[in-house]
């Protein structure tokens, strides 16, 4: 059973849709390898990542500023099918290619305070399928689960004030996964 503030729905994109979705998105996204600075040595970020988003939805994590490309089909169609299934609207998305089991996402929280205390996140999965952990902050209790492709993940509530999660590297073969965490950033200027 997992946490209060997530729930799981697999099948919310059929196969089909799910393998053309991956093709696409492998395909038209620009994917970037991004280097960090950690305690002054430049590391790789173990997968490769993109932001996609509104206008003004400029995002700052792991101390790097991300200024968002802007939506095209495939990627706003997705959103649009995450906005009606959640209720919520998005105003920008994080995608991480994933390309083999070396490829990793150490334990976070997404509780940048530009997404609010409480933010609706949508993670999608397609391609490989990925085991998940969430882990309460309180006491490390951890919660797995296997993201499946076509799968969609609902993070909410206070998922990401009293929880971590990460995506653990795998020794198994496995081949090539997107996420992506639909989000929502009010544009500074722009919001009542
Ligand atoms: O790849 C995943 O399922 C997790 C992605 C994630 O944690 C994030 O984008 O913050």
Same mark, same amino acid.
């Given at each position: 059973m997992l946490p209060p503030g997530f729930a799981y729905h697999s099948g919310f994109l059929t196969c089909e849709e799910a393998d053309l979705f991956f093709a696409e998105l492998r395909a038209a996204i620009a994917w970037q390898n991004e280097t960090l600075v950690i305690f002054g040595k430049p590391r790789h970020v173990p997968r490769l990542i993109a932001w996609y988003g509104d206008a003004g939805t400029s995002y700052r994590y792991s101390g790097v500023q991300h200024e968002p490309r802007p939506w095209f089909p495939a990627l706003e169609a997705l959103r649009h099918r995450c906005q009606l299934f959640a209720g919520a609207r998005f105003s920008s998305v994080l995608a991480n290619l994933?390309?083999?089991?070396a490829d990793s996402m150490g334990w976070h929280s $997404? $509780?940048?305070?530009?997404?609010?205390a409480a933010p609706t996140i949508v993670s999608v999965s397609l391609g490989a399928a990925r085991r998940f952990r969430i882990r309460r902050r309180r006491d490390r209790a951890c919660f797995d689960l296997v993201l499946e492709p076509g799968s969609l993940l609902l993070m909410s509530g206070l998922s990401q004030r009293d929880y971590q999660h990460s995506v653990p590297k795998t020794a198994k073969a496995v081949g090539e996964r997107i996420n992506l965490t639909f989000r929502m950033i009010e544009v500074s200027g722009l919001c009542p």
């Open positions: 994933y390309r083999s089991g $997404d $509780d940048e305070p530009v997404l609010g």
